[in-house]
């Protein structure tokens, strides 16, 4: 008999249980969203409980699926050990983890402030992972095989591949992302080392790279620059959009990206290798 490849059976998530870390807006909203139209149960987690609470109003009314959420400041071990305990006595089984939650800092060099510009980027952009990924890993892992692991997705950025802190999409020519360019690239290495730490207990973990996407750590540059502009100079002469954030999302947490970890998916409209062309030229 030949196996089903269609793609109902591929992309299938219906009935899975998610956790979306930042699900209150931009890329975390977009995800939540992706998985409650396909059917799946939704835990949302951020520290804006309004957010949260009107994100969740509004994919419950658009179903199948279902979303609840969890207020938590995931800078913190604490935050993390909040979610995950939040979501442990409420489901034995966890299949997919989206580490989401993530901010920005852009400041002069010589004026970069330590605690707001390193300190809570690295804890939320990073530290976040590892401790929620821990946190949530026995239910990951729980009746997990080789042909159906558990899923951590983690949403880094192209930022964590680019050379230069001062990016006019996102930032100003005085103003430098050190922090969260840096922050990324560590996202992306974490990402291989949990894959690597996970792989045997059937736990897949890979990194999607997310170039411009309409959000509010984008939502600066956007404005100031104007989104038209920004968008040609992408090869696609377009921003990011919901579909193409849900698409490779569901690939990554269906059967049909089930044999995929460790890996980083950049998700830019090829802006990335455009730009590396250019400098060559």
Sequence with gaps: MAEVLSIPSLFDVSGKVAVVTG????????????FVQNGAKVYIAAR?????????DQLNEQGPGTCQYVVADLSSKA??????????EREPKVHTLVNNSGTSWGAAYENFPEKEGWDRILALNVKSIFYLTVGLTAVLAKDATNEDPGRVINISSIAGLTPTPYDHRVSTDTHGLWSYNTSKAAVNHLTT???????????TV???LPGIFPSKMTAF????????SIAEENPMRRL??????AGVVLFLASSAGSYVTG??????????ISTNMKAKL
């Design 23 to 34: 699900g209150g807006s931009g890329i975390g909203k977009m995800i939540a969203s992706a």
């Design 48 to 56: 804006k409980e309004q957010q949260l609470k009107e994100v969740c």
């Design 79 to 88: 935050g993390c050990d909040k979610v995950a305990a939040f979501v442990k």
């Design 193 to 203: 080392q949990l894959a690597s730490t996970l792989a045997s207990r059937f736990i």
């Design 206 to 208: 890979n990194a999607i």
């Design 221 to 228: 540059g956007l404005k100031r620059a104007g989104e038209d």
């Design 240 to 245: 990011g959009t919901s579909r193409d954030m």
């Design 263 to 272: 890996a980083h998916i950049v998700v830019d409209g090829g802006y990335v």
